[in-house]
């Protein structure tokens, strides 16, 4: 008895070619390009929006706590500590929440070590000013 292949006469090849794949691959490669600098700006947009938004909740608690108590805060600890603010943000700039600068009150008849809050981060925002001058 002969076998016969069920196939003859036909080319059984079967999968992608190199040529297929590398094609596929360099139209990836195009999009990928086009995407990625998009995906990076959105994203150090949206941590410049926290760090506004941080600086205002901040601020708006260091002023309450002085309306409230007629002084500035010593330390942000003393904002938690009071329920001024649940926890002290991490600075979405530099990762960590003790990257915090602190300025003090102008005024010396006044009791408190911080008057204003800014940005530990030494970088550059995107619309040029210092992260550190918000």
Do not use: C
């Amino acid at each position: 008895m002969v076998m016969q292949n069920k196939h003859a006469g036909f080319n059984t090849a079967e999968g992608f070619t190199l040529i297929e794949v590398l094609v596929v691959l360099a139209i990836i490669a195009t999009l990928l390009s086009m995407v990625a600098p998009r995906y990076f700006e959105t994203v150090e947009r949206s941590k410049e929006t926290t760090l506004k938004h941080d600086l205002i909740g901040m601020r708006d608690a260091i002023d309450k706590y002085y309306s409230d108590t007629g002084n500035y805060p010593d330390t942000l600890d003393d904002l938690v500590n009071k329920k001024y603010l649940r926890t002290i943000p991490e600075d979405p700039i530099t990762g960590s929440n003790s990257t915090w600068v602190v300025t003090p009150p102008v005024s010396l008849e006044v009791n408190g070590s911080i008057y204003d809050i800014h940005s530990g981060s030494p970088a550059i925002a995107q619309d040029g000013s210092n992260y550190a001058d918000w």
